[in-house]
Structures are given as C-alpha cells and as structure tokens.
C-alpha cells in the first residue's frame, strides 16, 4: 500500500517491465533509473522525478502494466548526489570512435604512401585541392568504398579505395556555397566507379535544386571496368553526364583539368562552362587503351590531347601552370558570377586617348584598352589562343561583373573569322546565362571572305553572332574604337548599331557598309582605270570617303548615340548598365 507521505512514480505507457532498478530502502537522486519497460520491441527508462528513498516497489519483473500504473513509490527527502556512472567516465563511446575511425582512413594523413607517390608526379592530392578552394566543406559519402567486394576483402576497400575516389561536397568558395567534385587519382586512377557515379548523381541533383555553382576537378582515366558489385551490363543507363548537362545555364560550371583526364572524366570536362588546365595536362576523349583497343595505334598519355594542341585549339579556356593557380583562377572565375564587388580601383582614364593610334593603319593592342577601362585587376581573359582576332574577358566596371567581346586589329586587321565567331558567340551565350552585361568594342572591317575563308563554314559560323546577339537578354553597350565596318560591325552590335543600349564611338571612329578601300575599289572602278593616276585618284577617294564615314558625321544622322573622349567611356557603360534591365532567358550554355 502506498505511503501519504510518498511520491508516485507511474509508468508512462503500457509495456512489460524488463527490469527493476532499486529496492525498497534505497536513496536515489532525482533522475536515477528505477524501472526498465519494453513497448514495441523498444526500451524505455523510469527515472525517479524527485531525489529521496525507495518505500515501495509496485512493478513485478516480466509484469504487464498499464499507462499510469504505479511502479515504485519514493519518500522526497535530501540525498547525497552519486558519481557518473561508470560508462560515462570511460572515455568515448566505441560507436563514435569507430566513425572517427572510419573517417579518418580516407584522409591524406593516413595514407602516406599514396600522398608520396602523388608528391613524386607534381601534383597535389584530390582533398589538398578541395581545401585550398574552399573556405569550408562538408563532405558527402566519405564512408563509400569501390564496388568491389566479390573480388576484394571490405577491410581492403575501405583502406585502398576511400570515398570510392571522388571527394564530393558542399563548400564555400568566395563566401558563397558550391558544390565541389573532385577525382582522386591516387584511388585508382581517379576513375568513375559505380558509387562515385551515384555519388555524383545525389551532388548534382542537390546543385539543381539549390542551384548552386559546381567546381569539378576532373584528374582521371574515365569509366572502371573492374567494379563487380553491380547488376549493370554497360553502364550506359548512368545519369551523371545527363545530371551535369543539365546544369547547363542553370548554374556556373567550372572544369579543373591536371595530369591525365580521359575518356568519361574528360566529357564532364567538357560540358564545363570554363575550362581550367595546367601545362602537364592531357585532355582526351580516349586514353591509351581506349586508342589501342580501337586499333587506332599505340601513344603515351603525354602523346594525347597536351596543352599544345587543346589552348590554341579553344578546348581550353585558361592556360595555368599549376593546381594552386588552377584554383585561384576558379575562385576568381566564380566571383564574376557572385554579384558585384565591395570595392574596386580604376586607373586614370586619361590614357585611354592615346591607345588608338591617329593612323588609322596602325596596329594596337586591344588588351590594353580593356585593361585600362575596367577595374583595375579585374580582368580575365579566356581562350587567348583561340580565335584571336576577338578577345573575350570577364571583367568589372565600377564593381559590376560583364562580359567584354573587342575585335583586336593585330590579327586579321580586326576581321571576325568563323573561329572568331564561334567565340564571341558562345563568349555571349555565356555572359546571357548568367546575367552578364556585354562589353563589345568594336574596330573590325568586316567578316573574313575568301575562297579559304569559306572552306571554314563562315557563313554558317558567322551566322552564329547574329542570332546570338538578337536573343541576348543582357544589356550589350558598344564603344566604337575604330573601324565599323559591314556585317561585322552589326554583329558587334547585336546585329544593329540600334540594338545596343547605348552606341557610342570615339573620335578615332570611321563607320561604312564596307571597308573603305573595297568600296572605293568596287564603286569607282571605271573611274580609276580610266585616270592618269589611279593612285593618287584612289587616295583621294579613300579620303573623301573617309570624311563621310567618320564617327562625328555618323553622328550628325543620328546612326549612332554619341562620339566621346575615350575617358569618359566608363561613366557611358555604368550609366548604361544601371539603367537596362535582364529579360529573363533560360537556354543552355552552348559547349563551344
């Protein structure tokens, strides 16, 4: 019977006592287990509510009891408090310290043999290069081990193969988060396994959905042949490089490519918006097996797809010597697409006047009119070797990320081949996907003609600029350096002088249907075969001409919104691009 003078302690819900604690007599402190009780195969702990002693013990081991039955009764009263059970003091717990464990052996420092020989080849390993990028990350699938436990003991995967060679995660880059992707070739290769694909599958899914920027650092030989732990025949039902695809001008994607990058791991590479390579990288659709086995020869990996043959040939974009510069670039490449900067520096525009020489046949370099126009530092250019007659570069005007396409005057005297073109139109492509207004400075005498020219596909190539520019849903601003000429110029433009949110030209220049000589050739062709002195009649035209086409009397027409000092082309782009808003556009990104 219970005492008035005690507290009830009840059970909270219908089980059967599996164990009973204490004893009638017993001091216990508030919070000590007193009955143990077993409901839907789970446990559940009575503690006594109050500190005092035990007086009665209802419960009955092995006893069914109802919500509220009375378990034990205790008379309240002051206790000596009891020291921490013993298994609390023991130090941690083994299921954390096996996690730790766990974790622990897909790390560098645990794998000091696989470090070295990375050391001994130049290169850094996969997670030296994730934490270098990233402010901080957090991984996803560590515990993941190679697909391979029909021919390998588990105790061997899970030391040889951690994370089944792709370290993937969630960082912050720049402050802002990323999802990051990186091969690790000291796991076999840097492979594509059957768990790093699921892996890559659950990252990219979580990129979409949170539409945030990948970074792939894509070292590796491409799909594994070796994995047993699959039911799949081919492969080919993969999503990963439908996944990747996908992200397309949805979300920055950004290709880091050192050592050898093959096969599978060179198509995501390629899918890539920008694509970053250091001098020692080999970039190629086959490795050497791949080759051989197709009865195509037999190469060293150093013999397929070198720098020498992948920068000029535009596959990629920057040209680095190292992995650490590698990931400066990408840093640098994603703060373009963060939103503006806090704080930026110019230099004096003053010497923008003088960068356009007063002969109008002379060669300049455009990169410095870029480098003197935007923020100062802020200027990267991609695919320098590619098409060089246009240069295209992210850059900042007063903080404000954009894009900007310039003809240079030093290859071709300006004229946009079918290289050029495919650039410049994809260069757009890029700055429309993700809100970058478009830069264009324009000193070109047209399009590049020629029977040899044609043998290139220019017209279709060429074709490019102008559908692209008419569907650009940025603000596209055009400074005309010098020479405006033809098709080329309305390309330039967007395929309008009347296009652009603002037109403006510098006193240097000179707009015409086509370039100045060619049209006094075709125009006054009777009339020169019939002069004393060709020449100094051809000269004499080529000046009236040049009158006529200059920028200042372009401008008393109204073909073009103004003629300015070259120092005041600053305060024309930023008023420009704070007055025009994005139509919003959704299309991929086009990969070349």
Not at 175 to 201: E, I, W
Not at 291 to 300: K, R, S, T, Y
Not at 464 to 472: D, E, I, K, S, Y
Request: hydrophobic letters at 45%; aromatic letters at 6%; charged letters at 25%.
């Amino acid at each position: 019977m219970q005492r008035m003078d005690t507290t009830p302690v009840t059970a909270p819900l219908q089980g059967i006592v599996v164990s009973i604690d204490v004893t009638p007599g017993q001091s216990v402190p508030a919070g000590a287990p007193l009955v143990v009780l077993e409901s839907m195969k789970m446990e559940y702990v009575v503690v006594a509510p109050v500190p005092g002693v035990v007086r009665d013990v209802a419960a009955v081991a092995g006893a069914l009891v109802g919500e509220n039955d009375t378990l034990v009764a205790i008379e309240e009263r002051e206790v000596e408090a009891e020291d921490a059970p013993a298994e609390a003091a023991a130090g941690e717990r083994p299921d954390l310290a096996e996690v730790r464990r766990r974790h622990e052996i897909g790390l560098d420092a645990a794998r000091p043999d696989a470090v070295r020989r990375r050391r001994a080849t130049g290169h850094r390993t996969a997670r030296e290069n994730v934490a270098d990028l990233c402010e901080t990350f957090t991984e996803y699938g560590a515990l993941t081990v190679a697909a391979q436990r029909a021919r390998r003991p588990l105790d061997e995967l899970i030391d040889k193969t951690p994370a089944d060679g792709l370290v993937a995660g969630v960082g912050e880059v720049n402050g802002r988060p990323a999802v990051v992707l990186a091969y690790d070739y000291t796991v076999l290769a840097g492979t594509q396994g059957a768990m790093n694909h699921y892996k890559k599958d659950r990252m990219l899914e979580l990129a979409e959905r949170r539409r945030l920027p990948v970074v792939l650092f894509a070292e590796g030989g491409g799909g594994r042949p070796g994995d047993t732990d699959t039911a799949s025949i081919s492969g080919l039902d993969t999503m990963a490089f439908h996944l990747f695809a996908r992200l397309s001008g949805q979300v920055p994607l950004v290709g880091i490519a050192s050592g050898r990058c093959f096969a599978g791991n060179a198509a995501l590479l390629g899918c890539c918006d920008v694509v970053i390579a250091t001098e020692d990288a080999n970039i190629g659709m086959g490795g050497p097996a791949m080759i051989e086995g197709g009865g195509l020869g037999v190469f060293a990996p150093e013999e397929i797809g070198p720098m020498a043959v992948q920068v000029p040939n535009g596959v990629v974009d920057v040209p680095v010597a190292d992995e650490a510069e590698a990931v400066r670039v990408a840093r640098r490449y994603l703060g373009y697409f963060q939103g503006p900067a806090g704080a930026w520096e110019a230099s004096g525009q003053e010497a923008l006047r003088d960068l356009v020489p007063l002969d109008r046949k002379r060669v300049y370099e455009v990169r410095t009119v870029i480098e003197t126009l935007a923020d100062a530092g802020s200027v990267l250019e991609l695919r320098a070797a590619y098409g060089p007659g246009i240069v295209t570069a992210l850059a900042r005007i007063e903080g404000v990320p954009v894009g900007v396409i310039a003809n240079s005057p030093a290859h071709l005297g300006g004229a946009i081949d079918a290289d050029g073109a495919d650039k410049a139109s994809r260069f757009m492509k890029l700055c429309d996907a993700f809100g970058l207004p478009v830069v264009s400075l324009c000193d070109t005498p047209g399009f590049m003609v020629g029977p040899d020219a044609e043998k290139t596909a220019t017209v279709r190539h060429f074709a490019r600029m102008f559908v692209t520019g008419a569907n650009l849903g940025v603000p596209l601003v055009m400074v005309i350096l010098r020479k405006a000429y033809g098709l080329g110029a309305q390309a330039m433009a967007g395929g309008s002088l009347k296009v652009p949110v603002a037109t403006v030209a510098w006193p240097t220049g000179e707009l015409g249907g086509m370039g100045l000589e060619g049209a006094v050739r075709l125009g006054y062709r009777r009339e020169l075969a019939a002069a004393e002195d060709p020449d100094a009649l051809f000269d004499d035209l080529v000046a009236r001409a040049y009158e006529r086409g200059r920028a200042l009397s372009a401008a008393t027409v109204y073909e073009i919104d103004d003629v300015i000092d070259p120092a005041e082309t600053r305060r024309w782009i930023a008023m420009a691009l704070h007055a025009a808003p994005r139509r919003e556009r959704r299309t991929p990104l086009d990969t070349w």
